[in-house]
Each structure stands twice: as C-alpha cells, then as structure tokens.
C-alpha cells in the first residue's frame, strides 16, 4: 500500500501548514496513524466512490481496478474500519465472487495475445491469482510429460540469449 | 514529499520478474537515508521550541505537535522502507546460496554486478555458516531434494563451462554441445547454474 492517497480532513501543522477543515490527500500510512490520534478523520476515497459500484454492478469482470487501486482489495480491507462504511466489505466480497471464476476460466483459456488486454484490469492480488493459475497448469502438464526434474535454478532468472 | 523515495525504492522489488535481483539502489537507499536525518532535524527542533514554550509536549496537541508527529510517522515509515528493501534482497541472497553455489564467483556475472559490497559479505557469511553446519552434520544439503531413480543422468553441456574440470577424480573436457554420462551429485551444480541440462528418454 504505497501511493493509495485519500482525502482527508486536517489540523496538523508544521511544515506544511494547513488549515483546520481543509481537505487533503495522504498517504494511506499516514492518514492511518493521524486518524488513530483522532487528528484527522477520512472520507471514503475516490476508488470506493458510487460511480465505481455502479460499474461493479453492471458487469464486475471488465472493470478496470487496477487503475482505480493496484490493491483494491487489500486497501478496501483496511480503509473499511476507519472510514466507518459498512457497506466496503459487502462490495469487496460480491466483486471478488464475481470476477474470481471469471479469472480463473481465462488463465486456462485465453490465448496469450489476448491475455495480455484482459491481464490490464486485473488488481495486483488478481494477477497473482491468475498466475498462480497459469502455474499449477503448467507444472500438471509438465508433470504428465515427464521430462527432466532438476533445472536451472530461478533464481537466476530467464537464460540471456548466448552471443554468438 | 514525505516517503515518496522510500516507497520508490520499494517498489524495485516489484518491478521485474519474482524473486530476482535488481541492481543495487546505492542512490535511492542514499536519498532515504537523508530524508530520515532531514525528519529528525526537524522533529528535534520542534520539540526544542515547544520546551522552550514551556509547553508539555505529552498534552499538547497544538501545530508543533503534529509537525513533529508527521516528522516522527515519516521516519519509522522510511526507515521501515529501507529494512524492506535489504531484507527482500538478503531472502533472494540467501536462495543463490541454496540453490546455485557456495562461492560468489561461481555465480554469472551479471548477478554478481546487481550485488552492494556488504551484500556480497552476506553472501560469503551466509555460504560458510551454511558450509560448517553441512560439514559438521557431513551432509549436503544443497542437492536436489528428491531422491534420484538413478545415481547417474546424461547431460548436455549449454555453455563453455572452462577446462580442466574434475569430477569424480576424473577430468573430462566439457566442450559446448558435447554429452556426457554423469554422476548426478557431480552435475547438479552445472545444471542449476544453467550450464548443462538433463537429458531424458
């Protein structure tokens, strides 16, 4: 959770001066510690909005999260409690039950060209999903194949192309 | 702006393929570390003058007061940044004692270049700490976990792997392209380096 900034209400001071009412955007981290010495209180942010669920509603898996929030479920979880709306869990729940198969299905399915397009929209936590995926089936098919067990080490990363 | 490099410098992690290294930040890790002097200066100073205020700074919520809780967030989040970023890099080190050598200079060069000077000192710390247990247990742990069905496998040789190599108190002269009928214990470190590759069927 790096640059998820939200809006909030502030009475702090010091080098940055600002008013007490005044609307800002922090930092998630910051506003969190702000908002636990009760020096700020937080509005729900931009990516929780109604526009946002509306979407959601009409059809969950070709909503771009991502570039509302790379975490959007993570960030949900915890900007919940403090922004004090109940309803974030609900939404995050039903949005996660709604796109979850439709991921799934397509990490088997979709040919890579067309993956690339659809992997766009996914949050962070979806992309692992998918590629978690892609994985098992990979390591299903190699394991029906057979083929040599011990390889060249992860770690290492792709081979260079060897310079002739 | 408060822990905007930090948070740059994490994200290097990220960026790239999983679990391997990206070059050294030298510059960024710099930039973080003089941001949190630059937090503490101003968190000592506003202490300082609201002492001299005669104000307790336990009670008082005033503007000094969340200036220097600002200044103070700032610099557990920096520093907090920054023992991410060594600590993800040491797990990865670790694993290239594992899974590829024991010797740093058994390691391709191009992963030795994204290595800091003390990195490569955890590296040589970690592989003798891990070399004297082995030892002291007279086990090797670094092979290949699974039981092989057969004690020796046929390889191909992808690279110059260098003459001269001895294996088995046999040398043999591993030429690119050429095959061989190994120990398995005596080519796994070839095959994790990507130097060789099992053949099969």
Redesign the interface.
């Given at each position: 959770m790096?640059?998820d900034c939200i809006i909030i209400y502030s009475?702090?001071?010091?080098?940055?001066q600002v008013e007490e009412g005044a609307k800002v955007e922090l930092?998630f981290?910051?506003a969190q510690?702000?908002y636990l010495?009760q020096?700020v209180s937080i509005n729900v942010p931009a990516c929780f909005n109604q526009k946002t669920r509306r979407e959601i509603q009409a059809d969950a898996a070709n909503v771009d999260l991502r570039s509302r929030c790379p975490y959007f479920y993570e960030f949900g979880c915890k900007i919940a409690p403090l922004v004090g709306d109940r309803t974030i869990g609900k939404m995050l729940l039903s949005t996660f039950q709604m796109r979850y198969k439709d991921i799934l299905t397509k990490a088997h399915t979709v040919a890579y060209a067309m993956a690339s397009k659809f992997l766009t929209v996914l949050t962070k936590e979806e992309t692992n999903l998918y590629e978690a995926a892609q994985l098992s089936m990979a390591t299903f098919k190699k394991w029906r194949i057979?083929?040599?067990?011990?390889?060249?080490?992860?770690?290492?990363?792709?081979?260079?192309k060897?310079i002739e | 702006m408060h822990g905007r490099l930090a948070c740059r410098l994490v994200k290097e992690i990220t960026t790239g393929e999983k679990g391997q290294l990206q070059p050294f930040n030298d510059e960024l890790l710099n930039e973080v570390t003089k941001e949190c002097s630059e937090n503490f200066l101003v968190l000592q100073s506003l202490i300082r003058k609201m002492q001299d205020e005669g104000l307790d700074f336990q009670t008082t919520r005033n503007a000094d007061h969340y200036g220097a809780l600002i200044n103070h967030l700032s610099l557990i989040r920096n520093k907090r940044c920054l023992m991410a970023y060594v600590y993800n890099r040491a797990e990865i080190i670790q694993n290239l004692v594992w899974k590829v050598g024991l010797r740093l200079f058994e390691l391709p060069e191009e992963i030795q270049e994204k290595l800091s000077h003390s990195e490569k000192e955890y590296f040589n710390r970690h592989s003798a700490a891990l070399e004297s247990y082995m030892s002291k247990m007279d086990l090797d742990l670094n092979v290949d976990m699974v039981p092989p069905k057969d004690p020796y496998i046929k390889v191909r040789v992808l690279d110059d792997v260098g003459e001269g190599i001895v294996v088995s108190d046999k040398a043999a002269n591993f030429a690119r392209h050429s095959m061989h009928f190994l120990k398995r214990t005596d080519a796994e470190p070839y095959i994790s380096r990507g130097l060789m590759e099992e053949l099969t069927g």
């Open positions: 790096f640059n009475i702090f001071g010091g080098c940055s930092p981290w910051l510690e702000l010495r020096a057979g083929g040599p067990r011990f390889q060249r080490a992860s770690v290492l990363g792709r081979k260079r060897p | -």
